[in-house]
């Protein structure tokens, strides 16, 4: 009988969500890794097995923008209570609205909430019948206030946020921890393979996926939600304490268009 904890992560392939995979493989867990392509799971296992090979891998490859997504990854787990579940996957547009087609954005929806919602229902009922379980929610600093360019992946990681730090309440009896992580630029491929264009006085603190990583374990189960790193921590504060609504919208709209204004084509 294995008494080892398991961990799922959503997004596992590459990033903050195989920085997650790494570490807690590091704390003892074994590892279910989900994500839609499975070379880089097969990568990252071998990697994994390599420094602990005590860790089971399970790799399941789904496209989470599918309906019967969720249903997939839990006839993949047989049963298996999981002790920790990250949500980390996601999809993100850049470029005006109208721009994107319409399939886009409610595929986006998909990935970033609907799935979410499904995955954490299912989890969350083991974790609160067995009175024990933590979850962590990857949000964004793009969410917390308009963020024009990047409408709908903003909208999304707003309800992310809102959504983690609600059950971070409910579930408190339950003695299970949710967490909401409001990352901001991370060095992930994600995001460098955007070329972000880095200049003017809105620079976004670039942190490793490690950094992340560390920071939510040093968070979870004392606050519903946090900023990841310190900068970004004096941005949130700046843009949504001091700053009028309208200005905060506007300087992230300019600092979108300074870092990918030769890919944004406004709409006819």
Not at 15 to 35: C, K, M, N, S, T
Not at 167 to 188: D, F, I, R
Not at 202 to 214: D, F, L, M, Y
Request: positive net charge; hydrophobic residues 45%.
């Amino acid at each position: 009988m294995n008494l080892r904890k398991q961990a799922l992560i959503a997004g596992a392939s590459e990033g903050i969500g195989a920085a997650f995979a790494v570490e807690l493989a590091a704390r003892g867990y074994d590892l279910w890794l989900l994500a839609r392509r499975i070379q880089p799971l097969q990568l990252l296992e071998s990697q994994i097995a390599a420094v602990y090979p005590d860790c089971l891998i399970h790799l399941i490859q789904v496209d989470l923008a599918i309906e019967d997504a969720c249903a997939r990854i839990i006839d993949e787990l047989k049963g298996t209570a999981v002790d920790f579940f990250v949500y980390n996957a996601a999809l993100s547009f850049i470029g005006p609205f109208l721009s994107i087609s319409i399939e886009g954005h409610l595929k986006l929806v998909d990935v970033n909430i609907r799935t979410l919602m499904k995955l954490t229902y299912s989890l969350g009922q083991g974790m609160c019948q067995r009175r024990s379980g933590q979850v962590v929610i990857m949000a964004s600093l793009a969410g917390v206030q308009g963020s024009p360019y990047l409408t709908s992946y903003a909208s999304s990681k707003s309800f992310d946020r809102i959504f983690g730090e609600s059950l971070w309440y409910e579930w408190k009896e339950y003695n299970v921890q949710v967490l909401t992580c409001v990352a901001g630029a991370t060095n992930t491929p994600g995001y460098t393979n955007t070329s972000p264009v880095i200049k003017g006085f809105i620079r976004p603190q670039v942190q490793t996926p490690a950094q992340v990583v560390r920071a939510c374990f040093a968070n979870l189960g004392k606050v519903p939600s946090f900023v990841s790193g310190g900068s970004n921590k004096l941005g949130f504060i700046v843009m949504n304490r001091l700053l009028p609504r309208k200005w905060a919208v506007s300087i992230m709209a300019q600092s979108t268009l300074s870092m990918y204004g030769d890919k944004i084509i406004k709409a006819d």
